[in-house]
């Protein structure tokens, strides 16, 4: 049987197609199993985040339980506490680790809002928690503790690679001796540490939402022209031009201008600045953060606002973010918030956020306290040493505000505390925890 020159070119042809679309078949295939593969990593890791926040949350609010001296605050916290568990545990469903018998961790889980509950309901029925049960709380707390730092240890080393998500028993066959351990050799390490606590027997930071409100400040305010508030913009830059980059509704609604480093914002009602913030690269740190805290008063009273005082900051990639609240008659408000973004390697202001400021500023008509300071120190557990107290405005769970004293204290193992006793009836509104370290001050 003869082939014609034709008949052969046909056959190659045809040859050639078919292994062309395998090829492409082949490839398409790889494509979406490595995409399918990248989206399930990527569910895994929200997973991770998820485990490792909400165990943070917890090992924070057990450790205000072990501060706080009123029913209300340990049943809020209960709360909490029992929604932190579940979406931890509902976080740890979704990881590659079901071979794993991670049964400490999870009856820790379960156990550590239910047992907080008990508490809280046994305390609004009239009784006093006791000595074992205030240890109880005090040794799961030191587990939340060793627990969380675990986790977070898991999901440094996820991200430098020291971990993968692969599980050994698919990659056992290409493993080498320079592998990654998989994900089940850090949870297999976390199960496996000495984190005992008590059978437990029973019966089975203000400014997150500051703005969500009408700002007050924009409240029957007239209504700016873009080229005012364009040089209203230009007197933050020392004239340096801006163009119109946009503008933003929202309940604040603002004409955006920027130029090849700053971007800054006013708002149409009142023609207030909204916030600034300035991109350039920051150098070698040459101004300490008390310096910074001092020029970023010092801008402030420049750009009009000087009724603020400064009360916490953090350094973040060479900036000392300063956060100043409004004060009345002494009293600080912290509802009111204004941030300053000082850059440590010359001092300039590189940013701003007047948001909170403008959302909530107003001349408030301040009760008389009901109560004394000293009559406030006294409600304050006595496993805290006060250090000092002061009046102040703190935001509440809704969108309202509490005249309060602040209660600076410690406890005796150095956590500084806030304690926040309501300045009219005597109720203990919030507890935060102090955390001073060489970045800065800040509460949780």
Same mark, same amino acid.
């Given at each position: ?24 078949? =082949? ?40 501060? =706080? ?34 049964? #400490? ?15 809280? !309901? ?8 006791? !000595? ?52 089940? !050799? ?152 204004? #941030? ?47 250090? !000092? ?56």
């Amino acid at each position: 049987m003869t082939i014609t020159k034709r008949g052969f070119v046909r056959i190659i042809s045809f040859s050639l197609g078919i292994i062309i679309a395998l090829v492409i078949s =082949t490839g398409l295939s790889y494509g979406r199993e490595q995409q399918a593969r990248r989206n399930l990593e990527y569910t895994y890791l929200r997973s991770i985040e998820e485990l490792s926040l909400n165990l943070d949350n917890i090992k924070n609010n057990l450790e205000k339980g072990m501060y =706080t001296n009123s029913i209300s605050m340990l049943s809020n916290l209960s709360g909490k506490l029992c929604s932190d568990a579940a979406t931890a545990k509902a976080a740890l469903s979704q990881l590659p680790i079901e071979e794993l018998n991670l049964e #400490k961790t999870y009856r820790f889980l379960s156990q550590v809002g239910n047992y907080s509950k008990s508490l809280a !309901d046994k305390c609004a029925a009239g009784e006093q928690l006791t !000595d074992e049960e205030k240890s109880n709380i005090a040794s799961l707390y030191k587990y939340a503790q060793n627990l969380s730092g675990s986790m977070w240890q898991v999901e440094e080393q996820i991200q430098n690679g020291k971990i993968s998500f692969y599980r050994a028993s698919e990659a056992s066959a290409g493993l080498t001796a320079d592998s990654p351990a998989t994900i089940t !050799d850090g949870f297999q390490d976390m199960e496996s540490m000495d984190n005992s606590y008590p059978s437990l027997i029973y019966d089975g930071p203000f400014s997150d939402h500051i703005m969500e409100k009408e700002p007050l400040m924009l409240k029957d305010a007239k209504e700016v022209s873009k080229d005012e508030a364009l040089k209203r913009a230009m007197t933050l830059t020392g004239g340096v031009s801006l163009s119109e980059s946009g503008e933003e509704s929202g309940k604040m609604p603002s004409f955006v201008f920027e130029n090849e480093n700053t971007t800054i914002a006013v708002t149409k009602s009142g023609g207030y600045f909204s916030y600034m913030i300035s991109n350039r690269q920051i150098g070698q740190q040459s101004v300490t953060a008390g310096e910074a805290r001092q020029l970023a008063k010092k801008y402030l009273e420049k750009i009009g606002i000087k009724n603020a005082e400064d009360t916490y900051y953090e350094v973040q990639s060479g900036v000392c973010i300063v956060n100043f609240a409004a004060v009345q008659d002494g009293v600080t408000l912290y509802t009111d918030l204004i #941030k300053v973004g000082v850059a440590l390697d010359n001092g300039d202001i590189i940013s701003f956020d007047m948001r909170g400021y403008l959302t909530n500023h107003t001349i408030r008509d301040l009760p008389d306290p009901k109560i004394s300071e000293e009559k406030a120190i006294s409600l304050v557990s006595a496993s805290l040493n006060v250090l !000092d107290a002061k009046l102040c405005v703190i935001p509440s769970s809704g969108q309202n505000e509490r005249f309060c004293y602040e209660v600076k204290c410690t406890s005796d193992s150095g956590q500084n505390v806030l304690v926040y006793i309501n300045a009219v009836t005597g109720h203990e509104e919030q507890i935060l925890l102090l955390k001073i370290g060489s970045g800065g001050t800040l509460t949780v």
